[in-house]
């Protein structure tokens, strides 16, 4: 069953961001706290 996840802001200033890398495949099972992905903002990349 799909899930929405809704990205953060990882900064105040942070207004998009791009998906760099999915940690995750589909189907697999993830719990609160687990590393999905990777986002690329214009300074920095930050695991969500």
Avoid: N
Avoid at 2 to 31: C, F, N, Q, R, Y
């Amino acid at each position: 069953m799909p899930t929405d996840i809704l990205m953060p802001a990882l900064s105040p200033t942070m207004e998009e961001g791009t998906l760099a890398k999915w940690h995750v495949k589909e189907g697999d099972s993830v719990s609160s706290g687990d590393v999905i992905a990777e986002i690329e903002t214009d300074k920095a990349t930050m695991e969500v």
